[in-house]
């Protein structure tokens, strides 16, 4: 069988996919990268050399079945879109679009492709969200009628290294992103293993701005709490990108009957209590164990990246090329969107004291027509255009001169 010719845009991310993709007999066959000591040390990586292109148009004139869009977080959109106008298959990092009217045009232009389009999101995949998954689709739990997603992930403010190899120049996507944008990680698993799609948000900011060292980071917050009420009747609570307490990934579903969660601490372990008058037959009360992945790649998945979701993200992937078929919820086009927005208008909510917001459905028109000119950002864009609203929400906020010379200095160094 022909293999599937694959081209990475994005010499971070990207290499990692790549990495998976080759592991599934795929042809890599260019590397996009504008930043060439980027695309060096990605070529290192990968292990392998492939033609590297700084223009995209080019890079993929070079004829691929499918493309890695693995570039700066909110730039996705316009690199999908010229992908479906060639009917080229699209695997997307993070959030599918950083405008509300980019989520219109993105739809648009998918709706009159054949392109398989997928959201690259890999925390579902961990080993104890699949779990999750399978005891939410027993039934046993009930009725789902709340979940809880906590992405926290704080950084070492006088880790410099981090400084020099995620946000090399003042203007990038991390000095500017709400912590409400990166939203999959902590909003995809609940979606995945309970069903529901957000139908209206709401969100508070912890504002906690890093002590004095380097930075140029305009953004105060430590997390952005959201609250969303879904298309089910279930409510959830999440996080963005947090920055709160310790290192962790936190995922919580209850149901009528029961409940699900991965303990904080406890490599893994899952903890599935019951009511006392709705304990299925062979279960406990609580029964606390360490899933297993009954999957027949657990080799390669536990050699993996993000807890096995990168293998397992990636092969689902060429599996839907090789089937032809749009994935499931929440990793389609819709669930994409959907997820996107509430990123962008928890942000809002922030700014406008928790007001709550309604997530538009983009499979319709009447959706797309509120949103088709909403192209307000809290970004720079590679093509020069500046931010059109704050990024904290303390809107005066920015760092101190010193903290600014400080940073200048590390990333000189």
């Not at 979606?191 to 969100?203: H, L």
């Not at 009511?275 to 790649?297: F, Q, T, V």
Request: overall charge negative; hydrophobic content about 35%.
């Amino acid at each position: 069988m022909k293999k599937i010719r694959i081209g990475i845009f994005g010499a971070g991310r990207g290499i990692d996919i790549a990495q998976n993709l080759a592991l599934l007999d795929c042809e890599i066959v260019a590397l996009c990268e504008f930043n060439k000591e980027r695309a060096e040390n990605g070529l290192k990586k990968l292990g392998f050399e492939v033609p590297v292109y700084e223009s995209f148009d080019e890079f993929l004139a070079l004829g691929m079945d499918a493309v890695v869009l693995a570039n700066y977080f909110h730039e996705h959109t316009p690199y999908a879109i010229k992908c479906f106008e060639k009917n080229i298959h699209v695997l997307s990092e993070c959030i599918s679009n950083a405008t509300m009217a980019e989520g219109v045009e993105l739809v648009r232009a998918f709706e009159k492709s054949k392109s398989i389009y997928m959201i690259a999101e890999n925390y579902p995949q961990m080993k104890f969200n699949r779990e999750m998954k399978k005891i939410c689709d027993g039934g046993t739990l009930g009725d789902i009628l709340y979940a809880e997603g906590e992405y926290n992930h704080p950084i070492n403010p006088e880790d410099s290294s981090f400084l020099k190899e995620c946000v090399y120049f003042p203007e990038h996507w991390r000095n500017y992103l709400p912590r409400s944008y990166y939203v999959t990680h902590s909003l995809a698993p609940i979606m995945w293993a309970t069903g529901a799609t957000p139908q209206k948000v709401c969100a508070f900011p912890v504002f906690s701005p890093i002590p004095e060292v380097a930075t140029t980071r305009q953004v105060g917050d430590s997390a952005c709490v959201m609250i969303t009420s879904n298309d089910d009747g279930s409510v959830f609570r999440f996080t963005g990108c947090a920055a709160f307490g310790a290192h962790h990934n936190a995922y919580r579903i209850c149901g009528k009957n029961g409940q699900i969660e991965n303990l904080r601490g406890t490599d893994g372990k899952v903890m599935l209590r019951y009511s006392d008058w709705a304990i299925p037959e062979g279960m406990e009360e609580a029964n606390l164990y360490e899933p297993s992945w009954n999957d027949k790649d657990e080799a390669v998945i536990e050699s993996s990246g993000h807890g096995g979701g990168d293998y397992l993200v990636a092969r689902m992937f060429i599996e839907h090329i090789k089937e032809g078929k749009q994935p499931e919820h929440p990793y389609d086009i819709y669930s994409a969107t959907a997820m996107s927005s509430v990123a962008i208008l928890a942000h809002r909510s922030v700014l406008n004291g928790g007001q709550p917001y309604d997530i538009p459905d983009f499979r319709l028109e009447e959706c797309r027509k509120l949103y088709e000119n909403d192209r307000e950002t809290p970004f720079f864009g590679t093509d020069g255009s500046e931010p059109t609203i704050p990024c904290c929400s303390k809107t005066d906020y920015a760092p101190t001169e010193k903290q600014i010379e400080n940073y200048r200095k590390v990333i000189e160094s």
